[in-house]
T-cell receptor
Framework: KQEVTQIPAALSVPEGENLVLNCSFT??????LQWFRQDPGKGLTSLLL?????REQTSGRLNASLDKSSGRSTLYIAASQPGDSATYLC???????????????FGQGTILTVHP | GEEVAQTPKHLVRGEGQKAKLYCAPI?????VFWYQQVLKNEFKFLIS????????ETGMPKERFSAKCLPNSPCSLEIQATKLEDSAVYFC???????????FGPGTRLTVT
């Protein structure tokens, strides 16, 4: 059974700092990994999707890496801003014989606070 | 539409009552997924559809929960005889294919009293 763990559970940083959020998964047979942010009382906003064959994806100040063999992904946020404050979740979908059923297994999330 | 729409935003039901939640996927997306979020960040997959067909129902509780996606109608998730433990936020997501990015709706908060 796939299990996803995110470290740290919470992080508080001053504005402008670069930071790294970690995600690990127990079963390396994944199809893809997706990073989301969730603002309080809101839905999930997709940030980045990395396919299992990829090593990293970038979008603006965000960079996500994937090391499938070691079961790890990191989300790097450059020059953090107060507007980045949110809960960040990673989720994996499993590889079922070269395809995916799309079912996502989520980590518990990292609560990020960026203070001015 | 351009976004996944979910209604209602909030739903309050007494224990034993029925609850019905709705989801309209992004236009052109063939796949719909339902997730339950309890205790803040604990997400549980419930069921997925490919158009109107059940695609994966491995997370669906055997009793009391049912779901449908009918042509030209919003998808629905129904809970018969709600229990206190059903209190959660229910999210719907849609995607072009199971291996593609999933886009989430704003969720429906169900409170069972």
């Amino acid at each position: 059974k796939q299990e996803v763990t995110q470290i740290p559970a919470a992080l508080s940083v001053p504005e402008g700092e670069n930071l790294v959020l970690n995600c690990s998964f127990t079963d390396s047979a994944i199809y893809n990994l997706q990073w989301f942010r969730q603002d309080p009382g809101k839905g999930l906003t997709s940030l980045l999707l990395i396919q299992s064959s990829q090593r990293e994806q970038t979008s603006g100040r965000l960079n996500a890496s994937l090391d499938k063999s070691s079961g790890r992904s990191t989300l790097y946020i450059a020059a953090s801003q107060p507007g980045d404050s949110a809960t960040y979740l990673c989720a994996v979908s499993s590889n079922a014989g070269g395809t995916s059923y799309g079912k996502l297994t989520f980590g518990q999330g990292t609560i990020l606070t960026v203070h001015p | 539409g351009e976004e996944v729409a979910q209604t209602p935003k909030h739903l309050v039901r007494g224990e034993g009552q029925k609850a019905k939640l709705y989801c309209a996927p992004i236009k052109g997306h063939s796949y719909v997924f339902w997730y339950q979020q309890v205790l803040k960040n604990e997400f549980k997959f419930l069921i997925s559809f490919q158009n109107e067909n059940v695609f994966d129902e491995t997370g669906m509780p055997k009793e009391r929960f049912s779901a449908k996606c009918l042509p030209n109608s919003p998808c629905s998730l129904e809970i018969q005889a709600t229990k206190l433990e059903d209190s959660a936020v229910y999210f719907c997501a849609s995607s072009l294919s199971p291996g593609n990015e999933q886009y989430f709706g704003p969720g429906t908060r169900l409170t069972v009293t």
